[in-house]
Nanobody
């Protein structure tokens, strides 16, 4: 069992940056594949980025490649999402998720644990 708590969301102008953090409880954090998802109003939850336990394998949605970077600190039980060059279409609630398994996957149904989400709003 793992509990996830996101932080770092807020209001930013287009072109700006934000860094999201996700703090995880539990002693086995390092064994989880971690992901970030987002959900805009009226839309389905969508994949943003994911990283395996060692950080050696990552995946990104095409819409964020080159702008967002996922990283993790297993000693601190924390995963991060650095978001640069933000656009109004990045506005959404961002969720941290964890899955038991080694593969870096992008499906919502592949993840076992979810945080409560943090709002990111990008103004034009």
């Amino acid at each position: 069992q793992v509990q996830l708590v996101e932080s770092g969301g807020g209001l930013v102008q287009a072109g700006g940056s934000l860094r999201l953090s996700c703090a995880a409880s539990g002693r086995t954090f390092s064994s989880y594949t971690m992901g970030w998802f987002r959900q805009a109003p009226g839309k389905e939850r969508e994949f943003v980025a994911a990283m395996n336990w060692s950080g050696g394998s990552t995946d990104y949605a095409d819409s964020v490649k080159g702008r967002f970077t996922i990283s993790r600190n297993n000693a601190a039980n924390t995963v991060y999402l650095q978001m640069n060059s933000l656009k109004p279409e990045d506005t959404a609630v961002y969720y941290c998720a964890a899955r038991v398994g080694l593969r870096v996957l992008s499906g919502v149904d592949e993840y076992d644990y979810w945080g409560q989400g943090t709002q990111v709003t990008v103004s034009s």
